[in-house]
């Protein structure tokens, strides 16, 4: 295949868009003018740098084979900021079954939020709806409806115009209110974009309720949600001990732990570490984690907490890094693996996964020492780990390398030195060290097409984002590696796409890495459009036999509608079929300006045009009013079924004025007084009409550039128009 563009024209491209990336979202802005001091990532990198002491973490930053979360790279040596959050996610554990308990949860999300980072919380002690409450003078409105809550408080705040809150909400698989916690976001498309909703499976019952199991793979296919976390696995594959209840999830699903402790996330860059010999390429692999679990310690002690005392307390106590890497498929391509080979793949993926463990517990042993050294610290204690699954690492390690690692007789060694040290002391100086996040910009930003343990999705990708000036600016990003290959290779890596690669293949990927990793592994699964349910069903299945701690999957351009074996799809609608007889009404409200909104129906009875008046011809007013009423028309004459999706939009704004209509009520804005007239004039059906109007997928509006392609991306909510990301 040809390649669109020249080596030096990618090249300019992915420097264009890190300036995007770096201006719009990590660079210190000037306390005076809000204006970017920073043009690129070497200055954000030179910057966070100078705030480590150990000298080999410093290089390793400014050179790009670590890298550490978004919120340090945001806050990191940042003299201006005054809230100077560090971490990515907060598990924040059950949310109690009390009015205080529910609204003190909201204010430490929004401290969370505010500090650059998001929250995982957990519904299941809410009581059900319509349990009798106030001494039987009321009645329980149920967790979902506090779901509902906390995903609009988690859209509403902004970091600073810089990322969105990000929220996952966990519920019990057998909550009285399951059905309704499964379905909420499914049955409402775009309206709950503020979470992502996961099932903890407890026990084995679940799978032996064919209903619930049914419902969770119609709205896996319909919307993406829910995800499956896998409680029992998560307990039994940690070093933190169950009396800690290790199974609370970050937003993404890639750190499951004790609740209220910051995820502490750094990424190794394997386009980095690359060597000729697979061999050198682990030693690299090894080096690059131990300094990143440095660097993660380093971090802890610089603090960068939100004002929440037992989060700060709890994660110094516990002490979780969480290494990672991204650029799994161009490794694998290096060598000459195939992402799509059922034996070599997950084997690469297993023994790339393992050094990075080892490297990273002997980066935390190392830093024990270094501070020693230093002198200018407390000792620090080691946290008891889980022996039984220390004994069952250490086993797998050891009949990996003797099977399939080169260079055996070190790589023992290595790992023996290691675990001696560990029952020695009874454990690490952190709780976990490993964690394979979602790395979407960060990824980017080291110009890795292929994010974290992802195959590439497409061989070339087209952002369109708004610049800092309010400029549009496209993008077309092709993988800096390809122009290294020949023509034969690229076709090879065209048939390892995300699309073309089979989710089995994926969950063996994911269930090599997750072998050695202390957390979980966060990815989507990606699936083609033909999904169908019963696909779905034996994927979770699958993923139920596997050693998977969880699982989300994405069906691309999920439709919204009637389920089928080939895909919904929408009854066509044509514009202007019905609009040669036509018949209105008018509606006149009394307020700061006369109002008269007029609607149009077409021959079929459907609104089909809408016209404001205010009266005041010539003002601002009367000209926003009349620009409203005409974008509504072209949306209506292009698709009656939006009348519903409008009036929602737009029947909450509110304004400091109020309008009257005598046969409509009060409303506190024209935007209000249009969705009473949208509603009054859609009342009647007309028989034989499809299903109103929904989302055409389950994509939902990006705030970053505003159009409908938002999607669920190894659990963040990641646009595939302009890259924006919630993690």
């Known amino acids: 295949m040809e390649l669109p563009i020249s080596f030096d024209e990618a090249l300019k491209e992915w420097e264009r868009f890190e300036e995007y990336l770096v201006q719009a979202r990590y660079a210190v802005r000037n306390n005076k003018t809000g204006l970017p001091m920073e043009k690129d990532m070497s200055q954000v990198l030179l910057r966070i740098s100078k705030q480590f002491k150990h000298p080999a973490v410093a290089k390793a930053l400014v050179h790009g084979t670590i890298i550490t979360a978004t919120p340090f790279l945001m806050n990191g040596g940042n003299p201006y900021t005054r809230r100077a959050g560090y971490y990515s996610c907060y598990p924040l554990g059950d949310v109690e079954d009390s009015t205080d308990a529910i609204f003190d949860m909201e204010r430490d999300l929004v401290s969370i939020f505010q500090h650059a980072g998001g929250g995982g919380i957990d519904v299941t002690k809410i009581r059900p709806k319509g349990t009798i409450v106030d001494n039987g003078q009321g009645l329980a409105s149920g967790p979902v409806s506090f779901a509902k809550g906390f995903s609009h408080l988690s859209e509403r705040i902004s970091q600073g115009g810089k990322r969105r809150g990000a929220l996952m909400i966990q519920a019990d698989w057998d909550i009285k209110d399951v059905k309704e916690f499964v379905t909420f976001k499914g049955d409402n498309p775009g309206r709950y974009t503020g979470c992502n909703i996961s099932l903890n499976v407890t026990d084995e019952k679940f799978w032996k309720d064919e209903e619930l199991t049914n419902l969770v793979a119609e709205y896996i296919w319909k919307s993406g949600d829910p995800g499956l976390l896998f409680t029992q696995k998560s307990m039994a594959n940690t070093p933190v001990l169950a009396k800690y209840n290790p199974v609370f999830s970050n937003p993404c699903g890639e750190y499951l732990s004790t609740k209220d402790t910051a995820c502490n996330l750094l990424t190794v860059n394997l386009s980095k570490c690359l060597e000729e010999e697979q061999e050198k390429f682990f030693d690299r692999v090894f080096e690059a984690a131990r300094l990143a679990a440095v660097a993660g310690n380093e971090i802890l002690d610089l603090g960068g907490f ?89 086993s797998e390690a050891a009949a990996f390398i003797e099977s399939d690692m080169p260079n055996k007789a070190q790589w023992h060694k290595r790992a023996g030195d290691i675990f001696t040290t560990l029952r020695k002391l009874g454990g690490l100086y ?75 293949q994926q969950i063996r990927i994911l269930e090599a890495c997750q072998a050695f990793n202390h957390t979980a592994v966060s990815k989507t699964i990606n699936l083609p459009a033909d999904t169908t349910v019963e696909d779905i069903k034996k994927i979770l299945q699958y993923a139920r036999k596997s050693n998977l701690k969880g699982i989300t999957m994405f069906r691309d351009s999920s439709m919204e509608g009637v389920l089928s074996d080939h895909g919904g799809k929408l009854a066509e609608t044509c514009e202007f079929c019905d609009m040669d007889v036509r018949s209105g009404s008018t509606y006149k409200f009394r307020g700061p300006a006369p109002l008269y909104i007029t609607a149009n129906k077409g021959g079929q009875g459907h609104v089909r045009e809408i016209f404001l008046n205010t009266t005041k011809s010539g003002s ?34 509110s304004s400091d004025g109020a309008w009257i209509s005598a046969s409509l009520g009060r409303v506190y804005s024209i935007p209000a007084a249009l969705a009473k007239v949208l509603d009054k004039n859609a009342e009647n059906e007309v028989e034989g009409d499809p299903e109103p109007y929904v989302e055409p997928s389950s994509y939902a509006s990006c705030p970053a550039c505003g159009k409908l392609s938002l999607r669920r991306s190894g659990g963040c909510n990641q646009c595939v128009s302009c890259g924006y990301s919630s993690c």
């Open 306 to 394: 939100p004002p929440i005392e037992r989060i700060k307390a709890n994660t110094l106590k516990f002490r979780p890094i969480g290494i990672g890497f991204t650029g799994l498929h161009h490794a694998m391509n290096h060598f000459g693996v195939s992402y799509a080979d059922e034996h070599e793949a997950p084997l690469f993926a297993k023994a790339t996964q393992l050094v990075l463990m080892l490297g990273s517990m002997q980066g935390s042993l190392d830093y024990a020492e270094f501070i020693k050294k230093e002198g200018k610290q407390k000792k620090l204690t080691p946290q008891e780990w889980n022996m039984t699954y220390v004994d069952k690492i250490d």
């Open 430 to 504: 952190n709780s976990v060290t490993t964690s394979q996040a979602p790395t979407g910009s960060i990824s980017q930003l080291m110009r890795v097409a292929c994010t974290g343990v992802e195959p590439y999705f497409s061989m070339i990708q087209r952002r369109k984002v708004k610049d800092v000036d309010d400029s549009w600016k496209e993008f077309i990003l092709v993988p800096l590696e390809f122009y290294q290959y020949e023509e034969e290779k690229l076709e090879w890596v065209a048939e390892q796409t995300a699309h073309k690669i089979e989710p089995y």
């Open 620 to 653: 601002t007013l009367h000209g926003m009013s009349e620009a409203l009423g005409r974008v509504i028309s072209v949306a209506l004459q292009h698709d009656y079924r939006l009348v519903g999706k409008i009036a929602r939009t737009l029947e909450d704004i």
